[in-house]
């Protein structure tokens, strides 16, 4: 019941944000999209602000009042609810075959996000991990981690899951996944509509639905996402502001700048060239007197407006992380931003990520994974021997990142799985040439969203190291370039446009399902047609209610069963892991139990104070912690990585 309560919350806010953003004049699809967004700034805003007082249940009370303020806007502004309605059926009615379809896939993604567990590495190590170490501390500030990220990252994606993980369960931790997918899907349109024809705008929207890697990214609960989610909106809000200069939208383009570099550090890459080139336009299509009225007679407006904006865009991490480790962002500390004092090589290094990603947008996907499983031919090894004997020798290991001593080797792989896919057929067949074709031909807005993404683009092959999985660092280029893939859509001759458009149509409905369908973390079939459902998620999770299926494929035995069991509600848990350790199933199945994440000097230091000791993925040596103890549970030849569950003070 209380889950259905805050997915009802989650549902008014983003009615409520539509309301306000609503505009006559634009297509609702902007003001649905708009709407999505500023629930999560909202929802991401209550709980920081709760956490930063160090008062979490402070968020409940803001919830309900606001809520409660919500209803009251909505009632007031009923009508522009009862359009939106009526312009929603209207679509769907005069386009039945596109819309179902689409329907289907988007409800069949989101029982995907709403049911089944979550799965994702990074989220069972630090994204939604630390939101129960925040629980715990009843704070921000993380002194105790398993894994740096844990303290040090940005947080205003990650913590919007604290409204399900506070009730104890883990059901719909990917639903704000699913809904920054939604909103580019809808701000595409929205903002193709703009100057495209309908059955363009259809078709680029579809373009953008079906791309593989964004697909996958709508059922994880990574935070990647929402930078697509965040440059969408900013562009949409940069668009109305253009033609109508007015303090809501200077406020609002303001707030999802703050948000997107909230929600991870990577959009400071589109910051930088959106909001340079967006400036200079502003200056010189609305003129710096007029930006300088609407923010001289709207100060206290803006004074009021720091207060979010300071919290929303982690202003207080990057200073506590300056403090702390003299690393704002938290970046050179993980090693994901290159280190070099060599120029020669970083430019190299940065070419090279270029001709990288260029190789890895060469995505045929589902073909490439057909071939591979029923034809024993691999496309991704084709294309990768390609790169090792033209490339290989130029680049070697320049600008890749590092595991222990060795660099990552370049190699292209055929599985749908989100971390290792790529963005489907259309990102280098359309999305790369109508980036450079709105660039050339496109006019100064379309300009300064193409030298946007393509600024990023640089920026994040310059800067930072190339992984198998970097593919989800650049969803915001291929997923924010819904303009620029319209205006070379729009140019195709009318003679030939109609069907182009039809096949377009027809192939991204096509890897929309294959998406929705082949996604190997969360698969509803495989590839044998006489077994196709033997992969099923459904029947492997019992429709879900097993919240543990991933804790046991990944350590092949029952140990988060024997913690739940054994360790008494109130004691207090030493926590011996290390960064690749998968602590998020042990908060979830024992919430009445303090873990404290530490180090075997510190616990033995300490050993006092604790009740269990768990040991996780390292080895624990107690011969000398001068404390009784006995040994519960310890793994077997048959589990995966090491553990030990030891009950002290015996």
């Known amino acids: 019941m209380t889950l259905l309560l805050f997915i009802t919350e989650i549902f008014l806010f983003c009615c409520g944000g539509m309301v306000f953003a609503y505009n006559p004049q634009r297509a609702i699809a902007e ?9 999560f700034v909202l929802i991401s805003l209550i709980f920081q602000t709760a956490f930063l007082l160090e008062i979490p249940n402070l968020a409940i009370l803001l919830e309900a009042i606001l809520v409660l303020l919500t209803v009251k806007y909505l009632l007031d502004h009923r009508l522009v609810l009862i359009k939106a309605v009526k312009s929603i059926g209207k679509f769907i009615k005069a386009h039945k075959i596109i819309a179902g379809i689409v ?3 988007w409800v069949y993604l989101f029982f995907l996000v709403a049911i089944i567990p979550p799965s994702n590495w ?5 994204n939604l991990s630390r939101v129960f170490l925040f629980q715990q501390e009843k704070s921000l500030f993380l002194e105790n981690v398993t894994n740096i990220r844990q303290g040090m990252l940005v947080m205003g994606a990650d913590i919007l899951n604290h409204g399900f993980l506070r009730l104890n369960q883990d059901y719909g931790v990917g639903i704000f996944s699913w809904l920054a997918y939604i909103s580019v899907c809808l701000g595409t349109y929205g903002l193709s509509r703009n100057f495209a024809s309908k059955k363009v705008s259809i078709a680029t929207a579809l373009i953008i639905t079906s ?8 059922t994880s609960t990574k935070n990647d996402i929402f930078t697509a989610a965040s440059a969408i909106f900013c562009f949409i809000v940069a668009d109305r502001l253009l033609a109508q200069p007015n303090v809501k939208n200077v406020a609002l383009l303001l707030l999802g700048l703050a948000y997107g570099f909230s929600a991870k550090t990577t959009f400071v890459a589109f910051m930088g060239p959106f909001g340079l080139g967006f400036l200079a336009l502003a200056l010189w299509k609305i003129g710096w007197k007029k930006l300088y009225q609407i923010i001289a007679h709207n100060w206290l407006y803006f004074l009021i407006l720091t207060a979010p904006i300071l919290i929303i865009s982690q202003s207080w991490l990057f200073m506590h992380n300056t ?4 690393d704002p962002t938290g970046g050179a500390t993980i090693r994901i931003v290159r280190q070099s004092n060599n120029m020669i090589y970083d430019v190299i290094g940065g070419v090279g990520n270029l001709v990288r990603y260029f190789f890895q947008s060469i995505h045929l996907f589902p073909l490439d994974y057909i071939a591979r499983g029923r034809l024993n031919f691999d496309l991704a090894e084709y294309f990768t ?6 490339f290989q020798p130029i680049f070697r290991a320049h600008g890749m990142g590092y595991v222990g001593s060795k660099p990552y080797m370049f190699q292209l792989k055929s599985l749908p799985h989100e971390d290792f896919s790529w963005y489907g057929p259309f990102a280098v067949t359309i999305i790369l040439p ?10 100064y807005w379309l300009k300064v969203q193409s030298l946007s993404l393509l600024g990023f683009m640089f920026i994040v092959s310059f800067k930072l190291v190339w992984t198998p999985w970097t593919n989800r660092y650049v969803v915001l280029f291929f997923a924010a370039s819904g303009a620029c893939v319209a205006f070379m859509l729009q140019q ?3 003679k030939y446009q109609s069907k182009i458009l039809n096949g377009i149509i027809a192939i991204s409905l096509f890897l929309l399902i294959s998406a929705s369908v082949l996604n190997v973390s969360k698969p509803l079939g495989g590839l044998s047609i006489t077994e196709f459902f033997k992969p099923n998620i459904w029947s492997r999770t019992e429709l879900g209610g097993d919240r543990l299926y991933y804790a046991r494929k990944r350590y092949k035995d029952d140990r988060v069963e024997k913690f739940r069991d054994l360790v008494t509600p109130g004691s207090k848990v030493a926590l011996l892991a290390n960064e690749k350790t998968w602590i998020y199933h042990f908060y979830l199945v024992n919430p009445q139990v303090a873990i404290v994440p530490t180090s075997l000097t510190e616990f033995k230091n300490n050993s006092q104070v604790y009740d269990y000791l768990l040991c996780l993925n390292t080895e624990c040596n107690l011969n000398d912690i001068g404390t009784t103890h006995k040994l519960l549970w310890k793994s077997s030849t048959e589990s995966a990585r090491q553990g030990k569950l030891i009950k002290l003070k015996t």
């Open 492 to 494: 195709i001759p009318s």
């Open 31 to 39: 003001s649905l999209s708009l709407g999505i967004f500023l629930s």
């Open 434 to 443: 109508a980036i450079f074709w709105s660039l050339i031909r496109g006019n």
């Open 122 to 126: 990074d989220s069972m190590t630090y």
């Open 211 to 218: 791309l593989t890697e964004f697909c996958f990214q709508a």
């Open 103 to 105: 329907i289907v896939c």
């Open 323 to 326: 403090v702390t480790a003299q």
């Open 385 to 390: 021997n390609i790169y090792n004997q033209i």
